[in-house]
């Protein structure tokens, strides 16, 4: 393989370098010269970078990749799973099923579905709705400066999620507590393994009781389903827990950073309300807060005019291909004008995130609450001093330090 290109720890040819909302220089450079385009572990072994929208879509929607190295994307250490190194698939944990490949994807996806249809999403659409305003209640009654991350954009997704799967209100703090520490990159493998083993403990002894006597609630709607064991169970929500409330509460932090940071796109989003569903498309696209995702391949592939060798791991970047100009004209700008469907921030294929619709629903709620009852939201600090989750697998803003006028909520 010539031409490789080293990598950082996660498969990135370069950390962020170019400010918080658009890809690293060196990966606009490479998908410019090379889309897909060979790298260097850390460890020794060569793989394979793919950052063009064309090759990523065409990537992630190719089961020839096998999806099971994608347990990273959660980053459960390797270690954890018996793999010295991401060179083959890795091996299954039971309900995880962002990690497998058909048919056992298929089998556990397909029981998720009815859950999380766009019907089903509108239904509950106006109970987020007042959780988010109950929420916006709670901040208004604050002295700012305050934490938009922790007053709000954290709050109102996981007091969603785990009002659909049916998590007791006494529990919830410890689950975020422990979803927190887990989805940082750089803690200790102890200190991983125990807010896993936390959280999967909690999930199922949680699971348990809803077999015996389920409720009016998603898992128990699934606890019903014989076909499930209590380690699948257990599993899936792990999984609908963590990338229900961490994926859109970073969206919702760091979107309200983008949009605060943009007053011109800001203030036309405020005079013309009815552009808040293409606003949230482009904020998908613009941010792409889940950016990396890792397969292997099962055979020797063509991709996009390059040979991927059999056992390659190849890391694809939804944010580079989401700011790819041959897809999207001045992708690096902020456009609430934008038709930014076809943006690859849910995924592609048949791993497409299942709750995309409730995701939209919260962020568009969240938005249109925050902005019209705060309109005079700005920053307490400058954006510089914004601390970036560049330490976690999930980008976003650590906090969000933000200010009003007194006596303008409403």
């Not at 006494?170 to 422990?178: C, L, P, V, Y």
């Not at 896993?196 to 998603?218: H, N, Q, W």
């Not at 992708?331 to 995130?353: E, N, S, Y």
Request: glycine fraction near 6%; hydrophobic fraction near 40%; charge should be negative.
């Amino acid at each position: 393989m010539s031409s490789t290109v080293p990598a950082t720890p996660n498969g990135l040819p370069a950390e962020r370098d170019a400010g918080p909302f658009v890809p690293p220089s060196g990966i606009t450079r490479l998908r410019e010269s090379r889309p897909v385009s060979p790298v260097l572990f850390p460890d020794g072994h060569e793989g394979w970078f793919v950052s063009g929208y064309e090759a990523v879509r065409r990537l992630i929607a190719d089961d020839r990749f096998s999806s099971r190295q994608d347990i990273d994307i959660i980053h459960i250490p390797y270690e954890m799973t018996g793999m010295a190194a991401p060179t083959e698939p890795s091996p299954q944990l039971p309900g995880v099923f962002i990690a497998m490949d058909p048919p056992e994807h298929t089998r556990l996806r397909r029981k998720l579905i009815g859950a999380f249809t766009v019907k089903r999403m509108k239904q509950l659409e106006e109970g987020i709705v007042e959780i988010t305003e109950r929420q916006l209640d709670e901040l208004e009654r604050l002295t700012p400066p305050v934490d938009l991350v922790k007053e709000f954009a954290l709050p109102v997704p996981a007091l969603v999620i785990c009002e659909l799967l049916g998590v007791p209100h006494a529990d919830r703090a410890a689950f975020q507590g422990n979803s927190a520490r887990f989805m940082e990159k750089d803690v200790t493998l102890d200190e991983k393994v125990a807010a896993y083993e936390g959280m999967t403990s909690f999930l199922s002894r949680l699971v348990t009781d809803k077999r015996a006597e389920p409720g009016d609630d998603i898992l128990s709607d699934l606890t019903r389903d014989d076909d499930l064991t209590i380690e699948e169970l257990t599993g899936i929500a792990f999984l609908l827990l963590l990338a229900g409330h961490e994926t859109t509460a970073n969206m919702v932090s760091l979107g309200t950073f983008a949009l605060l940071e943009n007053p011109e796109q800001l203030a036309e989003l405020r005079a013309a309300p009815e552009l808040m569903p293409d606003a949230v498309e482009e904020l998908l696209r613009y941010l792409s807060v889940a950016d990396i995702f890792y397969r292997v391949a099962t055979e020797d592939i063509e991709l996009c005019g390059e040979t991927i060798p059999k056992g390659s791991t190849v890391v694809a970047s939804l944010l580079a291909a989401n700011h790819d100009p041959a897809r999207f004209e001045n992708p690096d700008t902020l456009d609430i004008h934008r038709k930014a469907r076809g943006h690859t921030a849910f995924g592609h294929g048949v791993h497409q995130c299942l709750g995309q619709q409730l995701a939209r629903i919260e962020m568009r709620a969240g938005f249109e609450g925050l902005f019209r009852r705060f309109p005079t939201l700005e920053l307490a600090v400058p954006a510089d001093e914004v601390r970036l989750r560049t330490d976690m697998n999930i980008y976003g803003v650590h906090e969000l330090p933000v200010t009003w006028t007194t006596g303008t909520a409403r």
